[in-house]
């Protein structure tokens, strides 16, 4: 939460935020690798299963795609900016 500029007391807040907002899936699996980096294909595959509309990630081998199967894939601070034109 440091990382982000939260105090660690809002992280009980902001998990239970998550929760009630979440569903869980099972990673669909993809025919063929995408990801520069194959572990990285789990977190696609569950984004498909999930009918996600964006993922929100650091991980630069998800963000160079920038796009995949109509689902957005977005830094913090790009999904932050892109909500507030929204």
Same mark, same amino acid.
């Given at each position: ?6 105090a660690?007391s809002?992280?009980g *807040? =902001?998990?239970?935020l998550?929760? %009630?907002?979440?569903?869980? +899936?099972?990673?669909?699996? #993809? *025919? =063929?690798?995408?990801?520069?980096? %194959?572990?990285?294909?789990v +977190?696609?595959?569950?984004? #498909? ?9 650091g991980d ?5 795609l ?5 689902i ?10 892109y909500?507030?034109?929204e």
């Amino acid at each position: 939460m440091r990382k982000f500029g939260h105090a660690r007391s809002e992280a009980g *807040e =902001a998990e239970q935020l998550l929760r %009630s907002r979440m569903i869980l +899936v099972e990673p669909q699996v #993809l *025919e =063929a690798p995408v990801c520069r980096d %194959s572990d990285d294909d789990v +977190v696609i595959g569950t984004a #498909l299963a999930g009918a996600c509309q964006c993922i929100v990630t650091g991980d630069a081998d998800l963000l160079i795609l920038k796009r995949y199967r109509g689902i957005d894939i977005f830094s913090p601070g790009m999904f932050w900016r892109y909500q507030a034109e929204e």
